[in-house]
């Protein structure tokens, strides 16, 4: 039988690869817009999750759907320079109808009408009283103007029992056995974004070696000796070292209780366990440096 143990240690070493990453709420190029988890389990200890993050991607200019996945028998993974990641993207909108309603893929044009969702026409709203009902200060960089982030905002609230946002069970099921059963689906939850900096050891003679390239673009300008280059270097190594402790002792899965009581659904099957006691803060009131970068 598979122990919550050995579930939280998948979840904590999510990393095994260079493009595999946890449930980033705070991700800096994308505006949070909704999130979800979804628990899976079947036969012969198979597990998985599949937690969606919904955001707005200034950068790509779309509305992105990431999915991550973690578990123990994930399938059909993408891939990236060769090697595996743990979650894909899905473009729910209708991307000629979304760039014919958007400027520069930034803001929503004055008069763009509906947008085309999973084949469905959903009705835009220009209405500065339709985004303050529903909690949504806008920004108004400009007079009159809405962020895209700001009116995929309004259509989650406005058409949740919809789910024409969320990822279907065939977008979910690609990189799960069919076998496995969805067990239940989580809307909010106590989250932290749980973020490593991967580096690799450098010898000295390595960074000898990168001193001497460093000094030679310079072109005999004036440049720091190597003692000096090499203690900024080591400081900074030594910087993301702490950093990483901190993250692997404070945000690890396994250290807090959201992902304690989770690994007792899956290694038992029963939902009933799942009581959870801290506040959920996955709301994206909470995760305003989102799409920050």
């Given at each position: ?157 406005k058409h949740r029992n919809k789910e024409l946002l969320r990822a279907t069970d065939k977008e979910l099921y690609k990189s799960i056995p ?116």
């Amino acid at each position: 039988m598979i122990t919550e143990d050995q579930i939280l240690s998948t979840l904590d070493n999510y990393r095994w690869g260079d493009y595999c990453h946890f449930i980033e709420l705070g991700e800096g190029y994308s505006y949070l817009v909704d999130s979800r988890l979804n628990i899976f389990k079947g036969s012969d200890d198979k597990w998985a999750i599949a937690a969606e993050r919904l955001g707005y991607n200034q950068q790509a200019g779309n509305i992105m759907l990431d999915i991550y996945y973690f578990g123990n028998c994930l399938t059909n993974l993408e891939s990236y320079n060769g090697q595996e990641t743990n979650y894909y993207t899905v473009l729910p909108i209708d991307w000629n109808n979304f760039s014919d309603t958007t400027i520069n893929g930034l803001v929503l044009k004055t008069d763009a009408k509906y947008w085309t969702i999973r084949n469905n026409q959903i009705e835009l709203s220009h209405s500065k009283q339709d985004y303050q009902n529903a909690g949504i200060d806008l920004k108004e960089y400009r007079l009159g103007e809405i962020s895209l982030e700001e009116v995929s905002r309004l259509l989650i609230t406005k058409h949740r029992n919809k789910e024409l946002l969320r990822a279907t069970d065939k977008e979910l099921y690609k990189s799960i056995p069919i076998d496995l059963k969805k067990l239940f689906v989580i809307d909010e939850w106590h989250h932290r974004d749980f973020t490593e900096i991967v580096h690799t050891t450098i010898s000295d003679e390595h960074l000898r070696t990168a001193y001497e390239f460093n000094k030679n673009i310079a072109a005999g300008k004036d440049y720091i000796d190597f003692e000096s280059f090499a203690n900024l270097f080591r400081q900074q190594e030594q910087s993301n070292s702490n950093f990483n402790q901190t993250q692997w002792q404070d945000n690890r899965p396994s250290s807090y209780e959201t992902w304690q009581l989770l690994a007792k659904v899956i290694a038992t099957g029963d939902i009933s366990f799942y009581k959870p006691t801290l506040e959920p803060n996955t709301h994206w009131t909470n995760w305003l440096d989102s799409g920050s970068l």
